[in-house]
């Protein structure tokens, strides 16, 4: 294991100058002395989805890469804060040490935990004690800009801890079905807005079903837009031999060859 930075040589110290060099009034870089906090924040949420998108493709060097342009990002925060006394690098490093060791007791002392599910357990009790002590609410700390799907699970989540849940995954599946029944009661009134509604309650009820099967629904959904891709691009393959194009080509043509790509995989 490689030992903790503690020369001013070492990289994490050197990208720290790195980044207070860009942010330099005298000399520094004019782009990224115009960026504060707000205009950063997408390019932090992107980075975190291209890391993840590196993990699905099994591809370590681009993880290695991906991953650095995330540090890049907390370390941009990190100047930023420190710009204006808020807090620097070390305190965003201690503070998440600090965390850990207080979340793993059965590591760092004398707590004892057998398994994983046990750990999971015992980590979100640690979270609720500390959301307590804050005087927060169950629901308070579920970030507004996580993607809607995995944000509505982690709600879902909170809310099952003190039991108000759907007692069985049949009950979340007829609620559903319910949920359907009353979408297509507001497309047939031709109410488009009561419509949309309609489909957002459907979407919370999927997240929920995700929670039951312990899912991960955005994984879910990127495992079922790569399936869509590749199907769709064995259509346009096979048109593409025949001299022809989806443009160029009926639904039920289209569809028989879906139908085909099925049968290949």
Known sequence: MPAPPKSPDHPIFRLIEVMARLRDKEGGCPWDLEQTFATIAPYTVEEAYEVADAIARGNLADLKEELGDLLLQVT?????????????????????????????????????????????????????????????????????????????????????????????????????????????????????????????????????????LNVDPEAALRGANAKFTRRFEFIEARLREAGSSPAESSLEEMEALWRAAKAVE
């Open 76 to 212: 941009y925060h990190a100047q930023m804060a420190a710009e204006v006394g808020a807090f620097d690098f070390a305190d965003v490093a201690a503070g998440i040490a600090e965390k850990m060791i207080r979340r793993h007791p059965h590591v760092f002392g004398d707590a004892v935990v057998g398994t994983a599910i046990e750990q999971t357990s015992a980590w979100e009790a640690a979270k609720a004690e500390e959301r307590a002590a804050k005087s927060a609410g169950l629901l308070d700390g579920v970030a507004i800009a996580l993607p809607a799907l995995t944000r509505a699970v982690k709600l879902s989540r909170r809310a099952a801890r003190v039991g108000f849940v759907w007692p069985s995954i049949g009950e979340v599946l007829e609620k559903l079905e319910e949920e359907i029944a009353e979408l297509k009661a507001e497309l047939a009134a031709g109410e488009s807005a009561k419509a949309g509604e309609e489909l957002g309650d459907i979407l919370f009820v999927c997240a929920n079903i995700a929670r039951e």
